[in-house]
């Protein structure tokens, strides 16, 4: 073996490599934190909710309402500043224009002052028409009850959008735990209020006032961040408002950015939009379900993709040697996300009903409607892997600084969620001779299949660009004999059970479930991890 003297320079850049790394890797671990923080304090308020409406009436018109403010958010918000703002703010200042920075940052502040000002007015004044939009299957008193609640919440719309925009701040300057925390204040808010008015006021006025804590849980929302945001923006007095060639790039990378990476908010809104045609209880069981499928996906996806996308983004070196890079580390990051989605799929399909169980029934909330949530996950769980990988293949995507591939395939698949959604939740239960109910699980059922196409479509482009990415079907597939093994002793740890409280039966279960799964994994050698073997071609 021959020892080769290795240049300073190269110790340390590599040096700055593995710092670079850890870096990563402890970001992605601060996303994780926080979003598991505020994703935990929503379950509570999810459990709450069910103990106090179930799936009746006033859920539906609550979880209706809460529509029009989310997709506005990820439109005016989290779409513009996640994809827009944060890349041009944070070039600036890494090549140290600190100043040019603040600037953008202040323009945008400004210009979202003035649409969402706009946006709220509007929005009060058009929400008769706007109800016709997102639940044409309302009338009467549940129609008038969803207008009251949206009129509600419209004020928190642009309190939400201005958190957006601390967030692209914060994660700027490196600050990731607070600005994915932080909206937990808002369950909290909601928490209190069913402590304090739960047992005072019911039916249509307790929905109110819970729609009215949402609004003063987003004022706590920003209220906690802009202290911080005004801390890192303080500087020499600039101008609150200037119209430069930073802020055109933002305002110009808008339209692709947002219809890519929104594909899920699209199809969610419009799966929510056919849920209203269907009997009561149709979109609250729609969003009790879809919130536990977003739960691996924000948890594992979300700081694989941020994490990925940046080290992605940092490869150097000639054409053949970024595409061999990426090849490896897309490969790296399918594997990761699929070490801990796979199990959350096989949960939700097998043990379903233990999950949904835990976590929402009581109160109001009953056994049929548990089994009719877990059918309705079950639906969108078929796709969890291939969603999850997807978000992979988007960040390669974006490292090579390609845009449009991702956008045309995001309305390939929303196209194809709406007509296939239709069919499957409205015309097919009518065929099969079953209750109209069931339509909300065709259109998760929908957004599944959906995913698997999306997935497909994204990984045929990536190879013509790139070259042959190595498969990680073997991996997969232990993965899934793991997971299906642990359920079926989960399953059978739940046959023996004596009658327990639905939450401390699925404690017992669910962690008897993921004990058995990490044993396996460790066993079959498939928990490690590690990047893929991959050498330069010469």
Request: proline share 4%; net charge positive.
């Amino acid at each position: 073996m021959v020892l080769q003297k290795v240049p300073r320079r190269a110790l340390t850049q590599s040096a700055a490599k593995t710092n670079s790394r850890d870096t990563g890797k402890s970001s992605a671990v601060m996303v994780a934190a926080g979003m598991l923080v505020s994703r935990v304090a929503g379950l509570i308020t999810f459990r709450m909710f069910g103990y106090y409406f179930g799936l009746s009436d006033s859920a539906d018109a609550f979880r209706a309402a809460l529509r029009i403010p989310s997709f506005l958010q990820n439109l005016f918000g989290e779409g513009v500043l996640s994809a827009s703002f944060i890349p041009v703010y944070a070039r600036l200042r890494a090549e140290e224009r600190d100043e040019e920075a603040i600037q953008v940052a202040l323009s945008v502040f400004t210009l979202l002052c003035f649409c969402t000002s706009i946006l709220v007015v509007l929005g009060i004044v058009a929400t008769p028409w706007l109800i016709d939009g997102i639940a044409p299957g309302f009338h009467g008193a549940k129609r008038e009850l969803t207008i009251r609640l949206v009129r509600i919440c419209f004020p928190g719309v642009g309190l939400l959008v201005f958190s957006a925009w601390c967030l692209g701040v914060l994660n700027s300057h490196g600050k990731f735990f607070l600005s994915y925390a932080a909206p937990a204040l808002g369950n909290l808010a909601m928490i209190a209020a069913f402590l304090w008015y739960g047992r005072r006021v019911e039916g249509e006025r307790l929905v109110e006032i819970i729609m009215w804590s949402t609004v003063a849980g987003s004022a706590l929302q920003l209220g906690v961040q802009l202290p911080f945001v005004f801390r890192l923006l303080r500087t020499v007095r600039r101008r609150f408002f200037e119209f430069g060639p930073h802020l055109s790039t933002i305002l110009k990378n808008f339209g692709p950015t947002f219809v890519a990476r929104g594909v899920t908010q699209i199809s969610m809104y419009i799966t929510a939009l056919l849920a209203s045609l269907l009997p009561t209880g149709g979109v609250a069981a729609l969003t009790n379900a879809m919130t536990l499928y977003l739960l691996p996906l924000s948890l594992f996806g979300a700081s694989v993709y941020a994490t990925e996308l940046t080290a992605m983004s940092s490869v150097k070196g000639n054409r053949e040697q970024v595409a061999v890079m990426i090849a490896g580390r897309l490969v790296r990051g399918v594997r990761e996300v699929a070490f801990f989605v796979v199990p959350s799929a096989a949960a939700f399909l097998m043990l379903g009903k233990v999950v949904v169980a835990t976590l929402y029934q009581t109160g109001a909330f009953s056994p049929t409607d548990v089994i009719y949530v877990w059918g309705v996950l079950a639906g969108s769980s078929v796709g969890l892997v291939a969603e999850a990988s997807g978000r992979v293949y988007f960040s390669a995507f974006y490292a090579l600084r390609d845009t449009r591939t991702p956008l045309k395939v995001a309305v390939i698949r929303v196209a194809i969620t709406i007509a296939l959604g239709y069919l499957l939740a409205i015309p097919l239960p009518l065929l099969l001779g079953i209750d109209r109910k069931w339509g909300a699980a065709g259109l998760t059922l929908s957004v599944g299949m959906t995913a698997w196409l999306e997935l497909a479509l994204l990984r045929h482009a990536l190879q013509r660009r790139i070259g042959p990415v190595a498969s990680s079907t073997v991996q997969i597939f232990k993965l899934w004999v793991a997971a299906i093994t642990s359920a079926l002793v989960g399953l059978t740890v739940l046959y023996y059970l004596p009658t327990l409280r639905p939450g401390l039966t699925g404690l017992i279960v669910l962690a008897c479930y993921c004990a058995v799964y990490l044993l396996l994994t460790h066993t079959a050698g498939i928990s490690n991890l590690s990047t893929p073997k991959t050498q330069l071609r010469n």
